[in-house]
């Protein structure tokens, strides 16, 4: 079912996120939450969605990132599930892009983070699994992953002029971050 998106001043965003019981997650209760974010993520068009978007305090997360994606980024994961995901940073070293977010909804700003991660996590089977990124990948997974914790990318932002609405993103700084 597709789901209001909870938006950036709603405390559920910001709240502390649950980690998931083995048990909990085989009950039909818990796949329809999953089947609410697929649906919610399609409707609203995002590559990731976290469950505190859609008022669920849990740490669960999905992403679905096709190689034809409104970022241009050449990158494809298939639809996946991130459940209790744990994630490492494999290098200091930083890289940036604009994000956007459906919890704020019409802005995009700037955001620079490690370009290495490995994320632990369990699947919606709940079998043990690990992935490495890099590059636009790495951003988004840190994210939505963030996203569990409480953290919008809003607060990850260092210089805060490179905050934007879309559509001056589009008329005014889009053409200069292709050129990058
Ligand atoms: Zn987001």
Known sequence: MIKPICRMGNPVLRSAMKTLER???????????????KDS??????????????GVALKVAIIDLPEENRYGQKVNLPLT???????????DEK?????????????????????????NYLDEKGNQKEIL?????????????????GVLYIDRITDRKLISYQEE????????????
Not at 106 to 112: P, S, T
Not at 169 to 180: D, M, P, Q, R, V
Request: glycine residues 10%.
């Open 23 to 37: 048990d909990e997650m085989m009950t039909d209760g818990f796949s329809q939450i999953l089947t609410d974010l």
């Open 41 to 54: 993520m399609k409707h609203y068009g995002g590559i990731g969605i976290a469950a505190p978007q859609i």
């Open 81 to 91: 599930v991130f459940i209790n995901p744990i994630i490492t940073y494999l290098t």
């Open 95 to 119: 890289q940036g892009f604009w994000e956007g977010c459906l919890s704020l909804p019409g802005l995009r700003g700037y955001v620079e983070r490690p370009s290495k991660v490995q994320v």
């Open 133 to 149: 990124a890099d590059g636009f990948l790495a951003t988004v997974l840190q994210h939505e992953l963030d996203h569990l914790e």
């Open 169 to 180: 993103y589009n008329e005014f700084i889009i053409s200069k971050n292709l050129a990058e």
